[in-house]
């Protein structure tokens, strides 16, 4: 399938998340990425392994975030490895990097440095806070920004601690807003010819984040306030949430009180009318947890379904992936690491007039794509 | 400032939120989006009120969403409307909806319908779970896709209940998803002169999301399972999470067990070589929760700090708001709605050649932009 960055290069002086998960997406809709790395250290990334899992001397972690690049080993303190790379920038569209402020600067790949060698170059820095200011020096580590950002007291019921998301969410989504705007940026190159630089942080990608939740607490002067039960949505009703059933969990999203009443027998919420349903939640939502106990999801989830309520089961990874609405997504791919051995990870999450995007290519050895990019550059 | 997106022109049959989210963060880069409502009755989202705050007939949660946009009234059951329709998709660039299957296709405005008028198109559309299978017709709300996706069995810890996200996230990073895609089609579009079809679903992004955890499953063939205590990152060992001190909270990052015990001084933690921080992380939790609540946050912060360990306070969004490491970022915008009044959200989360983006440009009435449109028209 021809992809819509066909053509385009992107370098990559990233490490861990932010930087090599932009790198991926763009690689998937058909960028050529181009991981630059140290000889002998390689990217960081390669060696942080989740549940101690390994494919070769890289992490299965490494593997899922860089699948489908190339590698490029140069020493950025060895001049010839640095006239290599200048000839290599003087062909790229993108470079990214998500080093702390000022480290590329004293390489000389600063904004200013490659725009000289490469004047159309779309400069992509990714920090964890901004690069002014009291954190920009602070690690820009995923946990680290979530508590920071306010983030935390979205999550969990009030009065409980406040509960991070269990995955890296800045760094992701960071890399997610990155791929937007680089790609908005090569639109405009190709118009004016001139470079852009773009600065993004993991900051402020999270309080992007809320900003429905900002903008609420900006005009009514009141922090929103996490439900003290079940709390899904600090600014919504009841019903609003997870609730256990008798072996299980079921999710009940926003529907009147007294719709949620004809449709599951539960007279107790009689009492309360519509208005009382976000001043009285934390008590509503106590009384409809209690009746849910008494029966299965399944029992709750044939009812609802025969109204059309807005009641679906909450599944875990195994009931997920053994669901025949998972499998007609077609969501998983495999990647090739040699005759012998396959691995699988998920796919590029869209269909592109019909297809979905998946590519067997496995990340790069260290400098595995050197030769190669050293005879393309004469 | 001349923006990346200048002269693109997006129509938006959307509702709520994944939809208008794209076509917000569209037009902050330059776009201009023409949201198609109903003459009467305007975009759904319109009356969905957080916190009962309005600005005007309108919900403060619809002008957070819509602001920077024109609105066309046309009722699709109107021949007349349709034919002003019809003209402005001959110069339409994109077209996002986050209708049910199905329901554009009733109207005649499928992707087939629309190529005819305007081949060039880049026609989005957005759904909950896709368009096959049992969950094709289910409906598209956050909460339950983050049910079903698993994402709920990535917080909180385990043996507890799943715990779902507190904000609208398959809404907000299937809107996000939806920028990459449609910006890389406008790209190839202008090679090739040739539409495209993009489908994405809340459903898809959501286990986009979960990559890593989902990949580290299907080698492990262990589904992750939380920290029982403090979890934050089912993959992880002690200490990653947020613990309670003398009246806050902190987050404590990846770090060798023994510098956090030199750090903070410890010594319980001398029984635990760095071997067991996975397999006992509950055990070991535990013993760092009973000790960190022995003193306050500023005390743990101070020595931390001096050691450059990854340990961050969590701050409430009063702090956040008050801290001079977010006054610097520059988040805030305000948005003229008339002569006397505004209100305050976020801006786009991007620094593009240093600049900030803002746009003070309220959210349009229903049909206010109907006599400029038809005029341009002609």
């Known amino acids: 399938m021809a992809l819509p960055l066909d053509g385009i290069i992107v370098l990559e002086f990233s490490q861990y998340l932010s930087g090599p998960c932009a790198g991926l997406r763009l690689a998937d809709l058909g960028a050529r990425v181009i991981k630059i790395e140290h000889p002998e250290k390689g990217e960081a990334g390669r060696k942080l392994a989740i549940k101690n899992l390994w494919v070769d001397n890289s992490s299965l972690l490494f593997h899922t975030i860089n699948r489908n690049k190339e590698s490029f080993a140069a020493d950025l303190n060895n001049e010839e490895d640095m006239q290599w790379l200048r000839k290599l920038i003087a062909r790229a569209d993108v470079?990214?990097?998500?080093?702390?402020?000022?480290?590329?600067?004293?390489?000389?790949?600063?904004?200013?440095?490659?725009?000289?060698?490469?004047?159309?170059?779309?400069?992509?820095?990714?920090?964890?806070y901004g690069e002014a200011g009291p954190w920009?020096?602070?690690?820009?580590?995923?946990?680290?920004?979530?508590?920071?950002?306010?983030?935390?007291?979205?999550?969990?019921?009030?009065?409980?601690?406040?509960?991070?998301?269990?995955?890296?969410?800045?760094?992701?989504?960071?890399?997610?807003?990155?791929?937007?705007?680089?790609?908005?940026?090569?639109?405009?190159?190709?118009?004016?010819?001139?470079?852009?630089?773009?600065?993004?942080?993991?900051?402020?990608?999270?309080?992007?984040?809320?900003?429905?939740?900002?903008?609420?607490?900006?005009?009514?002067?009141?922090?929103?306030?996490?439900?003290?039960?079940?709390?899904?949505?600090?600014?919504?009703?009841?019903?609003?949430?997870?609730?256990?059933?008798?072996?299980?969990?079921?999710?009940?999203?926003?529907?009147?009180?007294?719709?949620?009443?004809?449709?599951?027998?539960?007279?107790?919420?009689?009492?309360?009318?519509?208005?009382?349903?976000?001043?009285?939640?934390?008590?509503i939502k106590r009384v409809i947890a209690a009746h849910l106990l008494t029966q299965t999801s399944?029992?709750?989830?044939?009812?609802?379904?025969?109204?059309?309520?807005?009641?679906?089961?909450?599944?875990?990874?195994?009931?997920?992936?053994?669901?025949?609405?998972?499998?007609?997504?077609?969501?998983?791919?495999?990647?090739?690491?040699?005759k012998n051995r396959r691995f699988t990870t998920t796919r590029c999450p869209v269909r592109i007039n019909g297809a979905v995007i998946k590519s067997g290519r496995r990340a790069p050895a260290v400098g595995e794509n050197n030769e190669d990019i050293k005879i393309s550059l004469g």
Not at 313 to 337: F, H, K
Request: proline share 5%.
């Open 95 to 128: 470079i990214i990097h998500n080093f702390r402020p000022g480290v590329m600067e004293r390489k000389g790949l600063g904004y200013e440095a490659v725009k000289e060698i490469r004047p159309s170059i779309v400069y992509t820095r990714i920090s964890g």
């Open 136 to 283: 920009k020096n602070k690690p820009g580590q995923d946990l680290l920004v979530q508590s920071l950002s306010g983030l935390a007291y979205t999550t969990g019921s009030g009065g409980e601690a406040p509960v991070p998301l269990g995955l890296g969410i800045g760094d992701y989504l960071c890399g997610n807003q990155a791929v937007q705007f680089i790609i908005a940026a090569l639109i405009k190159v190709r118009k004016t010819g001139r470079g852009t630089l773009l600065q993004l942080s993991l900051m402020e990608s999270l309080i992007d984040f809320q900003f429905e939740f900002f903008t609420t607490y900006f005009q009514s002067r009141r922090a929103p306030e996490r439900a003290r039960f079940n709390n899904a949505n600090a600014l919504l009703s009841a019903p609003y949430g997870v609730y256990q059933t008798a072996g299980g969990y079921i999710a009940v999203a926003m529907m009147p009180l007294q719709a949620l009443n004809r449709a599951l027998q539960c007279p107790a919420l009689e009492a309360y009318p519509e208005e009382d349903a976000f001043s009285k939640r934390d008590e």
């Open 298 to 338: 399944h029992y709750w989830l044939q009812r609802a379904e025969a109204l059309d309520l807005w009641i679906m089961p909450v599944l875990n990874w195994e009931q997920m992936r053994q669901s025949a609405g998972y499998t007609v997504l077609d969501m998983e791919q495999e990647i090739v690491l040699d």
